[in-house]
């Protein structure tokens, strides 16, 4: 039992490159979200999925996309990356109490 | 606007005593909270919660605390080991028009426990 697993583990990207960030949870959650961690930021929310086929903004959505490819799997993608979006991404999965997978460690130079 | 606030950036405390985290949070639709644990490179980790309809909730060494006239909360672990060095982050959660709970984090607090 995997629990939320994320791929990749680290990422350098250059301005203006595209990539999508993986996610899959085995708990069987109907829920996903991503988040990401900024220095002295706590988590904020960018996207979530109540549901598979249904995807919603959360608090900082801009430059982000999102696909919730099954029960299983939701995935992030930047279209054209930006350094203001160099952080540590998040996946996590649940209701009231969300698991997280490890993260993302991304750099935008 | 910070709708949860841990306005303790840091804390140390001894081994063997009392670590108290605090929490304060604004938003009256908030009815879950959460406190996570989270060592560096690794991932939050759900640690322990409390609905609004109680005022305290206990697991093992921890305790949580919920004051909703003062829209407070605060952590308790007893008695601390050094394995509980982490940020803390606190949590509010409120039910979403999708069916799905969205999370509003503190900044979190490092808690060095010092042997």
């Known amino acids: 039992n995997a629990g939320v697993t994320q791929t990749p583990k680290f990422q350098v990207l250059k301005t203006g490159q595209s990539m999508t960030l993986q996610c899959a949870q085995d708990?069987?959650?109907?829920?996903m979200y991503w988040y990401r961690q900024d220095p002295g930021m706590g988590l904020r929310l960018i996207y979530y999925?109540?549901?598979?086929?249904?995807?919603d903004k959360g608090e900082v959505p801009n430059g982000y996309n999102v696909s919730r490819l099954n029960k299983r799997e939701f995935s992030l993608r930047l279209e054209s990356a930006a350094p203001s979006q160099t952080s540590v991404y998040f996946c996590?999965?649940?209701?009231?109490?969300?698991?997280f997978g490890p993260g993302t460690r991304l750099t935008v130079l | 606007d910070q709708q949860v606030k841990q306005n303790s950036p840091s804390l140390r405390v001894q081994e063997g005593r009392i670590s108290i985290l605090n929490c304060d949070y604004t938003n009256s639709m908030f009815d879950y909270f959460l406190w996570y644990k989270k060592y560096p490179a690794e991932g939050p980790t759900f640690l322990i919660s409390?609905?609004?309809?109680?005022d305290k909730n206990e697991d093992g060494r921890f305790t949580v605390f919920l004051n909703k006239s003062a829209k407070h909360l605060s952590l308790h672990i007893v008695p601390s080991q050094p394995g509980d060095s982490a940020v803390y982050f606190c949590a509010a959660s409120a039910l979403s028009g999708a069916g799905s709970y969205q999370l509003t984090f503190g900044k979190g607090t490092k808690l060095s426990v010092i042997p």
């Open positions: 996590a999965s649940g209701l009231s109490e969300q698991f």
């Open positions: 409390i609905s609004s309809i109680k």
């Open positions: 708990m069987n959650h109907n829920s």
């Open positions: 999925s109540a549901s598979e086929g249904t995807t």
